[in-house]
């Protein structure tokens, strides 16, 4: 299928921008923060607070209503591993909130290159503990990078009494060696060369790229896993990992509802303010999140 229109045109405008690979890293996160704009404009929510988890993990909980009692989603920021942040997905957590009926806990993992692999997967466990004493419905959820450590927080925590995961076109393959990288290697947003800098930026040297806590596609056991919505974007170089590890999914028994999002890209998920198919996505996340989470 064609790009979607709306997505086509986005692309457009933004040829006048410089190309990612050519940013720094202090670049690369004003980028981010930036392009927050696309989600539209922050609704308003009864609650919001910023804190700190155990460990010094820094957060943002949201509520959308008063009380304690709702279920809780886990949401950890996408960005390559060394962007993104609080305030790049505020308003995407906010709409999540509203929508799902459920707490949101955004977490802002430790990025590279000042803290390589695994303080981000040790940010994201210790998020995951402290939100399994809640007592409430756990669900985690993150897009890209962030479904990358959503992923993993799966595995490790197994047995934390997970209701679902949500993993947003997740980045899980270190190797980076999935047809769609050569297919849609660049002129559709983020590209080949800017994943593999994403991995170069948050792996040591001579890492071992199969490590199933840096990419959870290599994980031997995968049964007994919470129930995942797994969505792809057509035209994205994460495409083909993500539908791989969807599949692995089904065949160790999980339960897995896989869509791929024709005619969008890398990132559409973040721009609910400018793309209807984000919306779509949107929308289709809180169904999940509704009927597993049952508000």
Not at 110 to 133: G, I, K, M, N, S
Not at 180 to 194: F, H, K, L, R, V
Request: glycine share 8%; with cysteine; net charge negative.
């Amino acid at each position: 299928m064609p790009l979607d229109p709306e997505v086509a045109a986005l692309l457009d405008r933004q040829k006048s921008l410089p190309p990612r690979s050519c940013l720094d890293v202090a670049a690369t996160r004003e980028m981010m923060r930036r392009s927050a704009v696309l989600a539209g404009d922050p609704p308003t929510l009864p609650r919001v607070e910023d804190m700190r988890l155990p460990g010094g993990v820094a957060a943002r909980q949201y509520w959308p209503s008063a009380g304690e009692g709702q279920p809780a989603v886990v949401y950890f920021h996408g960005g390559r591993f060394f962007s993104g942040d609080l305030e790049s997905h505020d308003t995407l957590c906010r709409l999540l909130t509203i929508a799902s009926s459920c707490r949101v806990v955004a977490v802002d993992y430790r990025l590279a290159p000042e803290h390589r692999f695994p303080a981000a997967v040790e940010d994201a466990c210790r998020a995951v503990e402290w939100a399994a004493q809640l007592g409430v419905p756990l669900a985690v959820a993150g897009d890209s990078a962030g479904a990358n450590l959503a992923a993993v927080a799966a595995q490790t925590h197994r047995n934390a009494g997970l209701r679902c995961q949500v993993l947003i076109y997740p980045m899980i393959d270190a190797a980076c060696g999935f047809p769609s990288y050569t297919g849609y290697a660049e002129g559709y947003g983020p590209g080949a060369s800017d994943m593999k800098r994403g991995w170069s930026e948050y792996l040591p040297p001579a890492s071992d790229l199969c490590d199933p806590l840096a990419s959870p596609l290599y994980a031997r056991d995968l049964a007994g896993l919470a129930p995942s919505f797994l969505l792809t974007a057509e035209y994205d170089t994460l495409r083909d990992e993500g539908e791989a590890y969807a599949r692995r999914l089904m065949e160790a028994g999980n339960t897995v509802q896989v869509r791929r999002y024709l005619g969008a890209i890398h990132g559409f998920f973040t721009m609910p303010g400018a793309l209807r198919i984000a919306r779509e996505a949107l929308d289709d996340v809180v169904v999940f999140l509704r009927f597993r989470m049952g508000t």
